[in-house]
C-alpha cells in the first residue's frame, strides 16, 4: 500500500511569505503528527490531528497552523515566514489499534524548506 | 522539550560488528520506539517496544527496556555498511492513559558502518 506522501519535496521562499504543505496518510490512517527537524533543535512535535480535530499541540508560535480534512489529508500552514523557520518538515501517520493503543508512525519523506 | 536521550551521540564500527545505542528518558511511557533515517530523508519506524515489555526482536534488532531505570537499548547485530543512518528512540506521552499523538525525540545516535 502507499506511505505516507508529503509535497512538496523541496521549497524556497522568501522572509515575510506564507507556505502551505501537503500530507496525504496510509489509507485507514486517522492520526496524523506533524514535526519539524533542524540540525539545532532536532525533532521538535508540532501538532497532531485526528478525525478533523487537533489534539496536541507543540510549543510554536501561532503562524504555525495546520488542519485535516474528512479524508484523513492534512495540511500545515506557516505565515510571516522567518529565516529560522527553514527546516525539514515531516509528517506522519499512524493507525490506532482495537485497543485504543498507537502502533508506531509512518513518516513522509518530508518537505525541505529553505527560507531566504 | 526531548524526553528521550541517546546514547552516544556518534558510533563508528566495522561491517559484521555489533552496534548497541542507548536512549534513557524521564517520564513515564506506554511505549518506546526506535527510528532511523537515512540523511535528509524521512524516518522509517523500526521496532515498538511497550511499557510492559522487557525485550523485543525483529531481524538483526534486538531492544530491550528497563523502565525501572527508564532506559531503552538498540542492538544491531552483524552490522552492515547500508546500516549506516542516524538512529533515533521516541517515547509517548502518559496523560489519563491516552497516547495523545505526541512523540519526544532525542536527538540521536549518527551510526557510521564502515566496508
Not at chain 1, 79 to 84: A, N
Not at chain 2, 74 to 83: F, K, N, V
Amino acid at each position: 500500500k502507499a506511505g505516507v506522501t508529503q509535497t512538496p519535496r523541496y521549497l524556497i521562499k522568501t522572509r515575510g511569505q506564507q507556505v502551505t504543505l501537503s500530507c496525504s496518510p496510509i489509507s485507514g490512517h486517522r492520526s496524523v503528527s506533524w514535526y519539524q527537524q533542524t540540525p539545532g533543535q532536532g525533532l521538535q512535535f508540532l501538532f497532531e490531528y485526528f478525525s478533523e480535530t487537533q489534539r496536541n499541540k507543540g510549543n510554536f508560535p501561532g503562524r504555525f497552523s495546520g488542519r485535516q480534512f474528512s479524508n484523513s489529508r492534512s495540511e500545515m500552514n506557516v505565515s510571516t515566514l522567518e529565516l529560522g523557520d527553514s527546516a525539514l518538515y515531516l509528517c506522519a501517520s499512524s493507525l490506532m489499534g482495537q485497543d485504543g493503543r498507537q502502533n508506531g508512525y509512518t513518516f513522509g519523506s518530508g518537505t525541505r524548506l529553505t527560507v531566504v | 522539550s526531548q524526553q528521550g536521550e541517546e546514547d552516544p551521540q556518534a558510533l563508528s564500527i566495522q561491517e559484521g560488528e555489533n552496534a548497541t545505542m542507548n536512549c534513557s528518558y524521564k517520564t513515564s511511557i506506554n511505549n518506546l520506539q526506535w527510528y532511523r533515517q537515512n540523511s535528509g530523508r524521512g524516518l522509517v519506524h523500526l521496532i515498538l517496544i511497550r511499557s510492559n515489555e522487557r525485550e523485543k526482536h525483529s531481524g538483526r534488532l534486538r531492544v530491550t527496556l528497563d523502565t525501572s531505570k527508564k532506559s531503552s537499548s538498540l542492538l544491531i547485530t552483524a552490522s552492515r555498511a547500508a546500516d549506516t543512518a542516524s538512529y533515533f528512540c521516541a517515547t509517548d506521552e502518559v496523560s489519563r492513559g491516552s497516547t495523545l499523538g505526541r512523540l519526544y525525540f532525542g536527538r540521536g545516535t549518527q551510526l557510521t558502518v564502515w566496508p
